[in-house]
C-alpha cells in the first residue's frame, strides 16, 4: 500500500472525467432502463469503439480530429439502424442490439487481427485509461456534455425516438475514449439499477451521488493498490449501489 500514489494531478483529472460521464449517463441511463434497452450502451460503444479502431487502421493520428470524427460518425450509424430496428420489430429490439453489439466486436477484432499492438488497443477501448485523461481532453467533451444535458432536460418530451438515440451516440461516443466501454456502461446502468424503486424526487440526486462515490473510491483503492482503474471503478459501482440500497431499506424499516 502506497499514499504517496494518491496524486492530484492524475487523479483530479481523472475524477473530473467520470462526473462528466455521470453528467450524461445518470439522466439518459434512467431512461434506458424505463425503455427496457438496457444493452444499447455496450452496443453504440462498441460501435463508436470500431469507429476508432477503423480509423487507426487507416493510419490516422490517435485522438486526432479525424478519429473523433469517425468514431462520432460510426456512433450515430449506429443510432440511426436502432432507431429504424425499434420501429420496425420492437418486439426483438434488446435481441438486435446484442447481435449489433457482437457484430461491432468481431468486426473490430478482424481490424486488429494483423495489428502488432491490436490486443493493447483492443484493452485499452474495453477497460479505458482514466488515468491518462488530460485537462485539455477534458475541455471538449465539458463543452459537448453541456449541450447534451441541456438538449436532454430542455427538449426530453419533444426529440422522438431518433433525437434520444442520436442525443445517446454522442454522449457514448465522448465517454468511450475516456473511460473504455467497460466503465461506460456501468456508468449508465448501474446508478440507474440502484435507484429504480426510490421515489422520483430521489431518484436523480441519488444516482449522482452513488455515481460519484463509486469514481472516488475505485480512484483512491486502484492507486493505493496499483490496481487497474476501471475495473476497480465498476466493482465500486456496484458495491456503493447495493449499501445505498441498504441503507435506505434500513431507513424505511425505522420509520
Known sequence: MNLDTLNLNILGPAFLAGLLVLATHVPLGQQVLKRGIVFIDLAVAQIAALGVIAADAMGWEPQGI????????????????????????????????????????????????????????????????ILWVSMSQLLPVSLLTVLILAAWFGLKDKMGRAGFYGLFALAVTASVQMVGIYLVFSSLIIPALAVRNWSESRKMLGAYLIGATAYVLGLAVSAIFDLPSGAVIVWCLAAVGVLANVFIAKSKANI
Not at 425499434?86 to 486488429?112: C, H, N, R, T, Y
Request: glycine share 10%; aromatic share 6%; with cysteine.
Open 66 to 129: 479525424k478519429v473523433q470524427i469517425a468514431a462520432v460518425c460510426a456512433a450515430l450509424l449506429g443510432a440511426l439502424l436502432l432507431t429504424w430496428t425499434e420501429k420496425k420489430w420492437p418486439e426483438v429490439q434488446e435481441a438486435l442490439i446484442g447481435v449489433f453489439f457482437v457484430l461491432a466486436a468481431s468486426a473490430g477484432i478482424l481490424l486488429l487481427a494483423n495489428n502488432p499492438h491490436g490486443g493493447e488497443h483492443l484493452k485499452d477501448l474495453l477497460a479505458g485509461q
